[in-house]
């Protein structure tokens, strides 16, 4: 039975809007990156791209090729791929370990008997993440509301998914098991 919208389960969809926003704005950042160093004159493709921090008398944290900067910093590229994956975990955790209870709360039941499609169809794409790689399984064909993966199919995360999955949020309901 579908119930009316719990209280906290608006409050989990604020917080995956600020998610969301935070994955839109670092891509928009991201490009501006890439852009600005398309854009010098004396860039060396294969030069490093040293990143650390503002502390100069440390070295350099981390470094790539100017070149597989370029290619990370795009939107959809590596980067955003890892920032998507990392989202999408995050946005699950909150829901298994604190929203998920605080509906159950709520309406007065346990937690396992709070469902929800959305967040079962995510719990697939965090094990697939976490554990296989970022592989879907056969387990697609138990995918209910974000069903557009094959088995075997690297998950692919651009910026449309991303959005997918927020519209699918937004909308989303719970129901009693």
Request: charged share 25%; with cysteine; net charge neutral.
């Amino acid at each position: 039975m579908i119930q009316p919208q719990p209280k906290e389960l608006i409050k989990f969809k604020k917080v995956t809007h600020g998610v969301y926003t935070a994955y839109s704005m670092s891509n928009f950042g991201m490009q501006k990156v890439a852009d600005e160093l398309n854009g010098m004159e004396e860039m060396n493709p294969e030069g490093l791209f040293q990143i650390g921090t503002k502390d100069l008398k440390r070295k350099a944290i981390s470094e790539i090729t100017t070149k597989n900067a370029l290619i990370g910093l795009t939107i959809n590229g590596p980067f955003s791929q890892l920032i998507a994956f990392g989202m999408i975990t995050w946005i699950f955790a909150m829901w298994e370990e604190e929203y998920r209870k605080k509906i159950a709360d709520e309406l007065n039941v346990q937690k396992t008997d709070v469902l929800c499609d959305v967040m079962g169809d995510l719990r697939f794409f965090r094990n697939w993440i976490v554990h296989n790689n970022g592989i879907a399984n056969k387990d697609v064909k138990k995918l209910v509301s974000l069903n557009w993966l094959k088995d075997g199919d690297p998950i692919i995360i651009t910026t449309n998914e991303m959005g997918i999955i927020q519209e699918a949020i937004n909308t989303m309901q719970v129901y009693l098991k």
